[in-house]
């Protein structure tokens, strides 16, 4: 599949099968995520992933806008190291979530993130996790076979491109 047809494709799912996925399959999502670019090629990344059935209905407690990870069989999430990069942690992790959605869709799996960074909620999930402190939850990403389909649309191009400089 072309990229550019895969990246058009690729909708936000929020609702899943029962399905499990198959390891080599998360696998590859997570190897697509860890060959994100990186300033300086400092990989400010760790990734946990949630399988259980009881952490993720109770990620769905915590987080308002997630509700959706408690049906999804996986749920990855992506921590960011402020110590390893502190200018580009967030750039570069965030990178790592696009990567792990594009393949998860070449794969025939969905995916949904919702934003977890510098939230009210990042401590009851760090807590939750047992992340460390130094590191930063980024977000929560659903990862299922789909049981929906989606549509969406963007601008056009001539709304949101300025050649040479900006021009309204």
Not at 148 to 166: A, G, P
Request: aromatic share 8%.
């Amino acid at each position: 599949m072309d990229a550019l047809e895969l990246i058009k494709g690729r909708r936000s799912i929020r609702k899943y099968k029962s399905k499990p996925i198959e390891e080599e399959k998360i696998l590859k999502c997570l190897e697509a995520a860890r060959w994100a670019p990186s300033a300086s090629n400092k990989q400010p990344w760790e990734f946990i992933i949630v399988k259980d059935e009881k952490t993720r209905h109770k990620l769905a407690e915590i987080h308002p806008y997630a509700k959706f990870v408690a049906e999804s069989p996986v749920v990855f999430v992506p921590l960011t190291n402020p110590n390893i990069h502190p200018k580009y942690h967030m750039s570069d992790t965030g990178l790592t979530i696009q990567n792990f959605m594009l393949q998860a869709h070449a794969l025939g799996l969905g995916t949904c993130w919702a934003g977890v960074i510098a939230s009210s909620i990042e401590p009851p999930i760090k807590e939750l996790l047992n992340v460390p402190d130094h590191l930063n939850i980024m977000a929560l990403v659903a990862l299922g076979y789909p049981d929906q389909e989606r549509e969406s649309s963007r601008k056009s191009l001539e709304e949101i491109i300025h050649w040479e400089k900006y021009s309204e």
